[in-house]
């Protein structure tokens, strides 16, 4: 019983994920840790891997109908693992909570930007021909992104999906794409560190790598007929999510030493 | 005169007409033709010759065949790449399935060794796929003449060694 429920759980983090260029990691971890009672230490190398499977059986859908766009995400990746590799080794200078914090307050205003706009940013008409502009913000946002994932253990897609669609005026559904491209290199990246140290629960990984392939594959077939409002209202919940965990997780961390 | 239309030589038609006086003396360096009176069956001819166009293959020029092969490989290209992250993806997927599967039959060494050899197969294939597509498309990139994503791509690959080795989450 419990197989198939995990294999529910990742038919909707994959299928979310695939939607939304995310990896579906966001959804899957508080949904280990809380529904199935499974220890974040285990919960957080199983959703890395959920990410890189949800990667691999959606990317595919979408270079083959161009929708994502490989130019871009290569030069954002090279930014995002540098970011990473920064973000690795001034974590032990940081305050995990404080940076928790800060990312959560900056989702939380993207979010709600997202869901009042009352007059939508204007999208490029189509989604073949469109000019990424831009690059210094979108490099600089990568590396930031790719610093907040290894100091946070977040993927990068709740902040790049936004910063390729606002910041360098790529269409929604072509940033969501090509985040779902990027997100698997570096989720592959931080799995094998956690299957070095043996952190990775085999038993648990698979029926939640079924249940992500099985739910990536349909949801990349209907990501290019679902309007793009709709995507991005559902983003916008789905990043209300990321910050109301981020807010929690700093929160928790703050909260005895403002106590004190 | 060519086939076009009558010419009419010296200047140009909208300040003479076709009666005035003799040829300048470099006539042919500005020959233009006369347009000639719309011809009336035209209405009646256009359908058929719109239909001949239909026939007709539409040849380009020169450079279009090489600008279409290069969008042909291009699209062959991801084609490939998308063949091989969806081969990785199902595969990986298949040996989970059949580990899951083997859990099924009653508990024994040799099932529980080979659930463990799937598990670590499959696992080892997904964690390799988006890898050999990031290598695959800058490849493919280089090819084509892009080598600034063939440079990007092998950073990419480079760091994330580096990082993988060093023990960073990348």
Redesign the interface.
Not at chain 1, 184 to 196: L, P
């Given at each position: 019983m419990t197989?198939f429920l995990l294999m529910a759980a990742g038919v909707m983090a994959g299928g979310l994920g695939a939607l939304l260029g995310i990896g579906g990691g966001i959804v899957l971890v508080p949904l280990l840790a809380l529904g199935f009672d499974i220890p974040l230490e285990q919960a957080v190398p199983a959703s890395l891997?959920c990410v890189?499977?949800n990667?691999?059986?959606a990317?595919?859908?979408y270079?083959?109908n161009?929708l994502s766009d490989?130019?871009l995400?290569?030069?954002l990746?090279?930014a995002t693992?540098?970011g990473?590799?920064v973000g690795?080794?001034v974590a032990a200078f940081v305050a995990e909570a404080m940076v928790a914090v800060v990312f959560g307050l900056f989702t939380l205003f993207v979010s709600l930007q997202m869901l009042l706009l009352r007059t939508p940013v204007q999208e490029p008409v189509s989604t073949t021909e469109y000019v990424p502009v831009n690059y210094p913000l979108g490099i600089s946002g990568s590396f930031v992104a790719?610093g907040l994932s290894?100091l946070l253990?977040v993927g990068g897609g709740p902040l790049k999906v936004p910063l390729m669609s606002y910041g360098m005026r790529v269409p929604f559904k072509v940033a969501s794409a090509t985040s779902n491209?990027m997100v698997?290199?570096?989720?592959?990246?931080?799995?094998?560190?956690?299957?070095?140290r043996g952190h990775?629960n085999?038993?648990l990984?698979?029926?939640l790598?079924?249940g992500v392939?099985a739910g990536a594959s349909v949801g990349s077939r209907f990501m290019p007929k679902v309007p793009t409002a709709v995507l991005k209202k559902l983003f916008a919940a789905v990043l209300l999510l990321v910050a109301g965990q981020m807010l929690w997780k700093g929160g928790e961390g703050l909260w005895p030493s403002l106590w004190k | 005169m060519n086939e076009v239309g009558p010419l009419m030589h010296g200047v140009h038609p909208s300040v003479r007409g076709a009666e005035a006086g003799p040829p300048a003396r470099n006539a042919q360096a500005v020959a233009l033709p006369v347009p000639e009176p719309f011809p009336e069956a035209l209405p009646e001819a256009l359908p058929e010759a719109l239909d001949s166009l239909h026939d007709e293959p539409v040849t380009e020029p020169d450079a279009r065949p090489h600008a279409r092969r290069w969008a042909a490989r291009a699209s062959r290209g991801e084609r490939w790449i998308a063949r091989m992250l969806r081969t990785g993806a199902v595969m990986s997927g298949g040996m989970f399935v059949a580990s899951l599967a083997l859990e099924l039959l009653p508990r024994d060494e040799s099932v529980h060794v080979a659930i463990d050899l799937l598990r670590k197969g499959a696992a080892s294939m997904l964690l390799v796929t988006p890898v050999a597509r990031l290598a695959m498309a800058g490849t493919l990139l280089g090819l084509r003449g892009e080598w600034r994503y063939t440079a990007i791509a092998a950073g990419v690959l480079g760091l994330l060694a580096l990082a993988v080795g060093a023990g960073f989450q990348a």
């Open positions: 197989v891997m890189v499977a990667s691999c059986a990317a595919a859908s270079v083959e161009k490989l130019r995400g290569l030069t990746e090279l693992v540098m990473a590799i690795g080794l790719g290894a253990g491209l698997g290199v570096t989720g592959a990246a931080s799995v094998a560190a956690y299957a070095w990775l085999l038993g990984v698979a029926p790598v079924v392939l | -």
